[in-house]
């Protein structure tokens, strides 16, 4: 889906407008009743205070992530709990004594994808598939489905974004 600058501002500005009308304390409320580990949601003020000025327009382009990002886990709910599952694994991971610290970061990053992958086959009803292609190829249909739109409003006005 290849956009122009100018379908790009607009749609910029669309979602910039619905994120304007969030509130923060409703949004953390949100992401936690979602699933989301605490660890995450305190890391949003942070991303929700990002602005940028586009055209004399400020865009609120921390909350428009925040608000695509929910989005996308309301529309995919066990892909969240799998994933939070597999932060919690790795996080307890690192309490195992001497080799825990060392395994963490490994075991985080595996037991996030296969929880997420596990999660998303859920919420398309499908059951699961073997082998690591299989495993591969829903990772690429989870990234593009998350990144597709909003990736290509960012590549269309990159050099509007130069200094975010």
């Known amino acids: 889906m290849l956009l122009s600058e100018p379908e790009a501002k607009f749609k910029l ?12 304390l409703d949004t953390v409320t949100r992401l936690t009743n979602l699933g989301l ?21 400020v865009i609120h382009i921390g909350r428009v992530i925040l608000a695509e990002i929910m989005k996308f886990i309301e529309k995919n709910p066990h892909l969240a709990v799998g994933v939070a599952i597999g932060l919690a694994v790795g996080a307890l991971t690192s309490l195992i004594p001497f080799i825990g610290p060392l395994l963490a970061p490994l075991v985080t ?19 699961p598939r073997d082998g690591v292609i299989g495993i591969t190829q829903e990772l690429i249909v989870i990234a593009k489905k998350f990144f597709e739109l909003f ?14």
């Open 151 to 164: 990736a290509n409003i960012l590549n269309t006005l990159q050099g509007e974004f130069s200094n975010f």
């Open 37 to 57: 580990p605490q660890e995450v949601i305190t890391r949003i003020e942070e991303l929700w205070e990002k602005t940028q000025e586009l055209s004399g327009q």
């Open 13 to 24: 500005a669309v979602l910039n407008t619905n994120a304007i009308e969030l509130d923060k």
């Open 109 to 127: 990053i595996v037991a996030t994808v296969v929880g997420g992958v596990a999660g998303y086959r859920l919420d398309k009803g499908e059951e």
